[in-house]
């Protein structure tokens, strides 16, 4: 039996995750990595996350499937160089805004498309944090669904349903503005928050001082800035609503404790924590 051919562009967490999890369905693949990065496709080489190694796009674009786990900027610069795609080829990009890039990808291969959002990730990055189980039961989000072609819908969606995630259709400009408060602003937050404790604190103080709570705050201020410039770029209007939002909410509890409203303060407290109900 022919096996499919999976081109991943981007062999970095994303990427190599996908292919660990779909190598543990009852598939048949066959992976084919493309990434500027020698050391990270000598690296995907060698941990088995992909079959084989390309150097461009035109070796890459003949595959049944390609996705693109790159940074947004760079998924619509390669929508830009992938013309004339087999009508039957499925592009699946996994960014993590998705209006810029759905109105980005020529009209010509637009059916080729699937915009996705797997609603999964680590600070950590490199072909060595893949995990096979990344993406089990988590949610991805398929944007503009109507865009894309009946082929192409079939195909994401086995591949999805198939590595055991939650699907929810959405329209892209939806999707940003949810994934701005819910995803983006909390990295945000948390690069903050980082910046100004090590702007007052020695070392010393915060390797001896800082709890499990700092830690959890702070982990994913550990994550890739240049992937993150992009996504703040993209989803500039949303990101500065989200965070004018928590600026807000961040000066009443300053006012609270100004003014010793501690029955206050406690009740605002007591209002976060059922977020924790429905999570």
């Known amino acids: 039996m022919k096996k499919t051919s999976i081109g991943i562009i981007g062999l970095g967490l994303m990427g190599g995750s996908f292919s660990l999890a779909l190598q543990e369905t009852a598939g048949s693949y066959h992976f084919v990595g493309l990434d500027h990065n020698k050391s990270h496709c000598d690296e995907a080489l060698k941990l088995g996350l992909v079959d084989e190694i390309v150097t461009s796009l035109n070796e890459i674009k003949n595959c049944d499937i390609i996705i693109l786990t790159i940074p947004v900027d760079g998924i619509i610069s390669i929508a830009k160089q992938l013309p004339d795609l087999d009508p039957k080829c499925t592009v699946i990009d996994f960014g993590s805004t998705k209006q810029k890039i759905s ?4 009209d010509a291969i637009r059916e080729n498309f699937v915009t996705a959002h797997p609603m999964t990730g680590t600070e950590k990055f490199g ?9 089990k039961d988590k949610v991805v989000v398929l944007c503009d669904m109507e865009k894309s072609g009946d082929h192409q819908k079939e ?10 995630m939650n699907l929810v259709l959405m329209g892209a400009e939806e999707h940003d503005r949810h994934a701005a408060f819910i995803s983006h602003m909390p990295h945000a937050v948390s690069y903050a928050l980082a910046n100004s404790v090590m702007k007052q604190e020695a070392v010393t103080s915060i390797v ?6 700092f830690k959890d705050m702070s982990r994913i201020a550990k994550s890739s800035p240049n992937m993150w410039e992009d996504i703040f770029r993209q989803n500039k209007n949303n990101m500065l609503e989200a965070i004018y939002t928590f600026q807000s909410e961040l000066k009443k509890c300053q006012k609270m404790i100004e003014n ?4 206050a303060l406690n009740l605002w407290m007591k209002e976060a924590n059922t977020l924790h109900d429905i999570l």
């Open 208 to 213: 001896a001082l800082a709890g499990g709570g």
């Open 260 to 263: 010793e409203e501690w029955e």
């Open 155 to 164: 195909t994401a969606e086995k591949l999805f349903y198939g590595i055991q």
């Open 127 to 135: 072909p060595s944090a893949a995990m096979k189980d990344l993406y």
């Open 103 to 106: 109105e980005s990808i020529p």
